[in-house]
């Protein structure tokens, strides 16, 4: 009996054992559709981080939130010192149903913001002090020193504190007259157009007249009848915007300008305050983009003290960042230039000597992130410009050392007192690790570890690939991605996906090697390869590699698109008679190139958003890397893709949004308007009330139409 009983419980073992491998082997099947893919942030199918996780001010503590628990923790102690459930949160502001983020998060106070007003709230006795918010306001810019809040409306700018008084900087009944919002387009590193002194004091702003920018037509669709949506377009060799920095006291309610005459059109840029309020650091870029002078200005008096030095490229010149004062010596700075071919961290002081160039590495420096006493704490690149990493300097020993060694790309804030860092990274490997690093030991304390959510999907690999530019010495990078269950003895079609301009980098060492999760589903749903290359002119390589594309827009980086293809071809798994290529912006330009330049290649081309004719692109951005039109009229007329229409062989889509306000309409409809002229058929779709790109849920229709696009006719 009790070998039956022996046998029988063998046999419910292995039965059980069955059901649970079936699970298993039908968990590994699970199908990842492109839609899901599409919408994967919102379907939890990227890697979870920690929530709301930064640095308490002027301290060596951090704080998160966990369900309904705000959670503050000492970064040398595994256990919280401190938390706060959502239920004391309600008691002082009953609509919120949830932990808020925060802001200027200090030992004493916090800062919360919603569309109806932003609060400063008492972290011991949760006290509170609130600013009445209005939707309207935008550009949104809080001083936690002067407890004012900077906001634009319309094209006015204003600030409002606790009495909720409203203060008006400056208003102007001409519509062409805008205070208080990012000017240039955001070109040269500008993200915002109201800067707060240290001491929260002063108010500087940037300040545009556009009298000289032509208006351009776009059309507001959702009324009845339909209305004009005109915009202010500058476009390559018109008239350009006129800037102003203007400088607002609060104590006097007084405003001055810096007295600069912009009538030349030229760039204010990288604007910064010294520390201790006297002076304004000002980058002045002149409109040919061939020089910048870095100028020091009275905050005061808005008077020119000195230009603290001067920079010439017969390319271009291109400062992003501001000057960084070291804390213990309030007269020198630090500015990342690329004069010498790489971003380098230079040394100054406020009278113009160059105290000293702090690196002088072959790799690209991105930002400096703050002090740690004799030691600077800066983020680049290292040597493999995939990845991404944090470093210190010694500012007397000039010693590097890299702080986050894991092979990945690297995102960290550091504390106030630079001694601790919040590092984040992911790699092809790892799908995301958070962790606290030590600044002066390199001790390391994990915080989270996050699952590959895709683990469970049938998915194929993501292949990291290294092939020769067309200069035959330029190293590129790539990524392949295969389907699920690849056979090496199957003919694969291909989609190249494709960016290839300045300031954009699509191949990194990250989670999902930087792609879009929708091309591992479209690889695996419709048995596909898809191949992404970083040619030359794309970013985080240098000077020489980005600048290779100087007044010949889509040569040289065609070329090494080319040699992506020859990589390709190479593969005895690729089915090189059914290559699409896909991109958008910079690369719908490139897509429409590759089909019209290289006729015959690619049997399928999407082209969103495209750049096809440059002359109808941006002052900031086209003349910066294409000079002007009268300047250069042979690279305007070979970079025009109408001019090419008739060499396209395969099917092309065009799609546009109908009020994309960065690459107009026009370009679509000049290329539609001359295939019509010359009879090739061209395919067209365009996204009503959509700008640059197509976001939200429409977004799964933009994605499906073009792979649907693609798997039609990739045949």
Known sequence: MNFHKNKFSGMKNVFFTLILLGSFLSAQQKELSISDAVMGYYNGLYPLGVENLNWVQNSNRYYYTDDDKLIIVDADKENPNKEITLAEFQ?????????????????????????????????????????????????????????AVAFTV????????????????????????????????????????????????????YEKD??????????????????????????????????????????????????????????LTNLGWSPDEKYILLAEINRATTRFDFNLYDAKSGKKIRTIFSEENERWVEPEHTSFFIPSRKNEFLFISQRDGFNNIYHYNINGKLIQQLTKVKWVIKDILGFNGNEVIFEGTGEDGRENHIYKVNLKSKKITNLTPET?????????????????????????????????????????????????????????????????????????????????????????????????????????????????????????????????????????????????LGENEIQDQMKGVEYLKSLKYVDSSRMAVYGWSFGGFMAS????????????????????????????????????PQENPEGYQNSNLANHITNLKGKLMLITGSIDNVVVPQHSLRMMQEAVTKNIPIDFFEYPMHEHNVYGYDRIHLIEKIASYITTNNQ
Do not use: C
């Not at 209305?227 to 007084?254: F, T």
């Not at 996050?450 to 690999?461: S, V």
């Open 91 to 147: 008691k002082r502001f009953p609509k919120l149903n949830r932990i808020p983020s925060m802001k200027n998060f200090d030992e004493e106070n916090f800062t919360i913001q919603s569309g109806e007003f932003l609060s400063v709230i008492n972290l011991n006795n949760g006290q509170s002090q609130t600013i009445n918010l209005s939707q309207n306001y935008e550009n949104i810019d809080f001083s936690p020193k002067s407890k």
């Open 408 to 552: 990945g790309t690297h995102q960290a804030v550091l504390n106030d007192n630079g001694t601790y860092l919040i590092d984040s990274y992911s790699s092809y490997d790892v799908a995301g690790i958070t962790q606290i690093v030590n600044v002066k030991t390199g001790a390391r304390k994990l915080i989270n570890q996050a699952e590959n959510p895709l683990k469970e999907y049938k998915l194929g690999e993501i292949d990291p690939v290294e092939i020769l530019a067309a200069d035959g010495k330029t190293k590129l990078y790539a990524n392949l991605i295969k389907p699920a269950n690849f056979d090496e003895n199957k003919k694969y079609p291909v989609l190249v996906y494709v960016y290839g301009g300045p300031h954009a980098q699509l191949v990194t060492n990250s989670f999902l090697g930087g792609t879009d999760m929708w091309f591992s589903a479209f690889a695996t749903q419709e048995d596909y390869l898809v191949f992404t290359l970083d040619n030359r002119g794309s970013a985080y390589r240098g000077f020489e590699f980005e600048s290779v594309i100087h007044r010949q």
């Open 154 to 205: 319309d094209n006015g700018l204003y600030i409002k504190k606790f009495d909720n008084q409203t203060l008006v900087v400056k208003e102007s009944k001409d519509k062409n007259i805008i205070s208080g919002q990012a000017i240039h387009r955001s070109e040269y590193g500008i993200h915002k157009g109201t800067f707060w002194s240290p001491e929260g004091n002063y108010l500087a702003f």
């Open 210 to 267: 556009e009298t000289q920018v032509t208006d351009y037509p776009l059309v507001d669709i959702d009324t009845t009848p339909a209305r004009l949506k005109n915009i202010k377009y500058p476009m390559a060799g018109q008239g350009s915007e006129k800037a102003k920095v203007g400088i607002y006291d609060l104590k006097n309610k007084k405003l001055i300008y810096l007295d600069i005459n912009t009538e030349d059109e030229h760039y």
């Open 593 to 628: 190139s590759l089909m019209l330049k290289k006729p015959g290649v690619f049997t399928t081309g999407v082209a969103g958003g495209p750049v096809t004719d440059w002359s109808l692109y941006e002052v900031m951005y086209g003349e910066r890397y294409m000079d002007t």
